[in-house]
């Protein structure tokens, strides 16, 4: 148990490791030019050398590198070039949000899926095409319009609920509610669109499956044998596709917050990248090395319960 | 528990998973009476004043004071400085301050806190460190008596004093700690505990205040991507006030019942010609092939089209609010493919010529590169866009130099000085420094002239310039300042964002 | 079963495939769909009115028009002419990225999955990574380097959802490596790039053909997305792009919006549609006429029962069964015709066939359990005296377990690995009988000594997996006679199993046939274990009874020229069918 933490652990690392060399020499290789985006076209170019120089553009890519790495070793990830926000604080003020939404998104993608996935896969028939077209629609549409739509249907007309920002859960529950239930709904209809097709594959497979006949045999009701076995084989599969969902999240989510307005690590992502703000997107990147680590983490440890077999190896 | 374990860095792991847990405190309520709501597209690169661009002013006015007031007409009125004064050579600027003012630790704001912001300015490299250009230094007089040696006349001090270049901080805390610590004698204070960085900011009003404090005890300024999202704020009512850009968001304001827009012309959009003297395009250097850019573009159909009719024609880069504007300028040069084609012939180029634009999508849709393409093309110039990545656009155009002209939208102050050292002046926008004998004499005259003389030459100045076709305009853009209902928000002359001072509950 | 016999059995197979697709309307639609658009797309230079790129911005915004069909764009441009121009640039952009995706991902996880070892660890690795990587960063930048273009963008995306194709190639592969007729190539001595490329691949190619539909797909989605966050496939006029200029406009002229964004779903939809289709064609699982509750009795109902269920007093009858399964071209193809059967108490009754013969067919019929689109066309099956075809779910699953149980054929695929031996014994004990926890516990352990397991204990709490093939084989029989079954249906119970084992699980079945009185109805195509246990014999040919009679006259004098070849067979010792293989393949 300890060699395979340690092996985790140590496959972690060099994945955070090698992720960061990659990402920062991708980051600086279009050599952003900081300071003149900063100080605009009036000022002169001593100026601008000199601002750069002080960021330490200057000097060769692997020195700069090492000066990273040796601070973010010590928690310290800087600060914005271009706002001048800590980076670890403006990821601390930014992850609750997307965690909110990534959460609020794989709850109802997996219950939703699950519940038409498995009553596709168990009916078949109309019932099936009705889901399957639910799933066309929801990759067809591109995600972008289904947000749109959303917030002005609901938003706006309607006012249901707000059409930008963010409320965090420690300051009111329901104002936290109201804000993430249209961008999570908008991030869960491709989601869902995703999943419960394989969700309804999975079942159809499982259902197939020589043990399922053989436990209807044995006169366990089939409601039941659905719910406890077909399930539970579906499950595997559909979990490996929800977390890769999750982690495609992390990007995705980038419309949707630029859209809400939600302050969100997604939402900086794009503008912060373009202009070339190396500390605020390598933040970025080892937060979402991070989630990406844990996930996966969590599916081994799941599908470990959900499949003995597994456990072994 | 028993022991105290000491702070590790699981502890402090910990720490961070609490705190993202329990998330930073948002923004105030929306439609609360007491508080106001802006909605910005623009984030400042750090709240010290030596960052500050006129763009972000309303950040900076919250916490900070200016020397000189501008007020929404373009006139200057007292705030710290209570009385200024030139002497003959207009090189030296008297100002009296005022004697009841003193920051948040107790320090005075005084003369010697003039002279530590002011000389600090232009050193300290902010994006508009270039117009205190020429500051020889600060004399402290007496206590509350600052006097500004300039090593020539700068018309548009006072101007610049109203502007980035007039917030003063404590001299205390001049250093780093301003950009996320604001130390100024402003009517608000920043709240850090509800203030994300890049984000929202959160402004309360200080209970001591050397002024008419102002009507809202709280200011919250809400950053976003997208004017989309902005107008959709507004018209939940979750922000109160904004300025609308966009042609289309601009139309759905308009005709949103609920939302009161006040519109304002502001910026002028087109293209400068930076390479009048032909150094990367030679036909360039003749007037005759500047003028036939000019006759070239379907102006009208453009503003139509490209911005809905938001605007105004104009062959001007001098804002209406200016002494050099002139009415008639706006037509000088009609839509006229064919003269177009007569001068390029008569410059020696009948076959036209090729011609090399830097595009950056935001500011130069689609929609715009290809109908600028299409009538230069129809008089002969064949036009190529270049896609700039945004990161080293600056770059290309400013510092390689890689292009004989831009599209760009430019402010229109009131105070025709800033235009001409902005786009007159070697520097800047003049970075390959043309210019003839006339704009030098001009130059040299309304920099000279008493107050009262200045605006002649500037209008022939002015003048000038549209007949050397040193720019080709497009048009006047207008923007819509819109408010929920429940704000007034008055325009600032020649700027976008309007001061802080402009917004009043409504009713 | 040799490498030689299986990949020739894939030829028709393919044939089967596009007979199967042809008759699909799903798969057909979609096709139509994509490839009227392909040729649209293709065709755009000769039948596109306009020069895409041609404006006059005086009549930006025009509505339609002769020689306009759809109107003119935000810089006046014919909007036809650039949809059919922009659908080149937006399916050539995702073609590149699947090509790109294929390219990187497909020979890696051939090879991983093939030879494992340090490059498969490596790969894994490396896609693993290249999963973790934050797609929108690497997009921005890579751009930020390479260029604003369409084609930058899409070779990036197709790098990062290669690993999608490198693990289902290597996972289908690596779970087909130590299968039979791979080994059995190896022995042949085909060279590892002949086996890859002639029997890996094939089998790959479904899957991987499905990926491709859907990865198109969402390169096209994404296109769009990306134009709308303003990171632009430069000056080409792609359906992302029109998509974004129109939506920036889309308050001045709404209608804008509607033929992108048509264009855009209608590909996106077609592809979803396609992969969907070629998923159920290439994996061979037909639209099935249906299930479900409704279903089920359908497939059991068929018309009334030809027989009245008077003079059924054997515990099992059989009348005139015929099982079909129908096409979809509306024809059935029967797999049992018209049979008659009867099993009285403490009467072992073999069913003797070969594969394909119909005697599972018959063993599932009894237990109202065919398989997906099986139904019973004619006849009745009563047990006990009460009817099986046309009962409804609740009647089967009275029936099931406590009156007929079923001894399967496979022993390890019949436990749900997810479970216990515990847990598959105590559930029906529970459920059934209603025992409390530790009452169903005892009993779970009482069967299992009965079905002579010595280490009951530690048998009870092991997995399927961790148990032996002929352990997991008593444990279904416990399980079946666990609720005290009148009839059990034994469907080559010791097949799978080795000679040894074999004979004591047959004795195990004459015992519980001694002591419970139990009926046995054991299919099987063994002939010895027949002569062992059976006490009748009926012999299945092609779904019709050809001989019938008590086991020492069908063995000693068999009548049916057919049945005497199979026990020419068994003297020849050859035996009449090869070794266990999937149910796939004796099912269907």
Redesign the interface.
Known sequence: MLAFALRRAG?GLT?VL??SV??HT??A??D?DVGRQLLGPAAPQELVDEHNAALGLDRPLAVRYADWLAAAVRFDLGHSWFTNESVTQSLANRLPVTLSLMGGVTLVTAVVSFVLGVWAG????A?DSAV?AV???G???????IT?IMVIVFAVQLGWFPAVGYTPPGVSLTGWLSTITLPVLALSVPAVAGVS?QVR?SV?DV?????V??????????P?VVF??VL??AATPALTVLA?QF??M??GA??VE?IFGLPGI?AM??QY??R?DIPV?MG??MV??LV??VV?LLVDVLVAW????ARLS | MHTRAPATPATAAAGVALLVLAGCAGPPGDDDPATLTIGTMTVPQSLDPADAMGSAAPYFQAVYDSLVRREPDGTYAPMLATEWSYDDTLTELELTLREDVAFDDGTPFDAEAVKANLERFPEAGGGQAHTLEGLEGVEVADEFRAVVHLSQPNRALLYYLSDAAGFMANPGSLGDGLATAPDGTGPYELDPGRTAIGTTWVFERKDEYWGEPLPYEEVAISAFDRENALVNGVRTGQINAAVVQ????Q??VR?EPGLESVPQDIDYQGLILFDRDGHLVPELADRRVRQAVNHAL?RP??LD??V?GQGELTDQVFGTETAAYEPELDSRYEHDPERARELLAEAGHPDGFDLTLPRM??IV???????IS??LAEVGIDLE?D?L?P??ALRAVFTDQAYPAMVMNNAQPAEDWVTVAELVLPGTFNFLGTTDDTVGELVREIQNAPADEAAEPARELNRHLVEEAWFVPFYRLTYQHVSDGNVEIEPQSGAAAPSLYNYTPAG | MSAIDTASRNAPARRGAVRRFAASPRAVVSALVLGTIVVLVALAPVIAPHDP??????R??DPPEAGHPLGL?????DVWSRLLHGGRFTLAGAAVAVAVALAAGVPAGLAAGYRGGWFDTLAD?WF??T????????L??????LG?TVWTLMVILGLLVAP?FFRLVRSTVAAMRGELYVDAARVFGLSDTRIMGRHVLVVVRAPIIIQTALVA?MAI?LQ??LE?????S??LPTWG?M?N?A??????DPLLMLWP?LA???T??AL??LA?AL?DVLED?GA?A??????RSRATGGPAPSVSAEDRTALLSVRGLTIAYPHDDGSAKQVVNGIDLEVRRGEILGLVGESGSGKTQTA?SV?G?L??GGRVEKGSVTVDGQQIVGAG?RTL??????TV??V?Q?PM???????TVGDHLT??LR??LGLSRARARERALELLRQVEISDAERVLAS?P?QISGGMAQRV?IA??V??DPDLL?ADEPTTALDVTVQAEILALLRSLRTERGMGVLLVTHDLGVVADVCDRVAVLREGRIVEHGSAERVLTAPEAPYTRDLLDAVLDNTPARGPWRP?EEETR
């Not at chain 2, 849709?365 to 109908?371: I, Q, R, V, Y």
């Not at chain 3, 709308?228 to 632009?232: A, N, R, Y």
């Open positions: 496959s994945l090698v992720i990659l990402a991708l980051l290789l279009p952003p168990v009916r078949r028939g019932v399957q799933g066309v629609i990759y067809a549409l591109p995600s972008f319009l749109l097709q594959s159809i259902l197939g499956r020589d043990h006949r053989t436990l209807r045999a044995r006169g366990l009701p089939f039941r406890r076995h539970r084989g890769m982690v495609g992390l990007g980038v419309i630029q997604g992502t794009v990248t373009t070339g997107i970025v990147v979402s090395v990406v680590v996966n959900l499949n003995p077999k | 966009e042609a289309d968001q139309s759905v005709s379907d159909t453009m089209k490209l809905d999508p935001e849709g689609e929609p715009m590169a290809t109908s299409t009538d866009w896609e990545d990161a080293n | 790129n041609t404006a006059d911005l005086g930006a915004f764009d935000p810089a006046g441009r690795w693993n990574l999963m973790a990587l934050p797609a929108m960063v690497v921005l930048a890579s751009r930020a380097v604003p999608s797909g989605g769009a997305g709308f966050l303003g990171i632009g430069g000056d792009a998509l200029e939506f920036t406009n889309v308050h001045r964004g855009l779903g209608l996106s939809a979803v549609l969907s998923r699982r099935p249906a299930t479900g509750r409704r279903a599932f237990l359990l398989p997906e779910e699953r009275r029936l099931r377990g406590s149980a079923y399967p496979e695929s019949n436990l749900d690995p997810a479970f559930e029906p459920h059934k997995y997996h279904l399980g079946a666990s609720c249906v149910r």
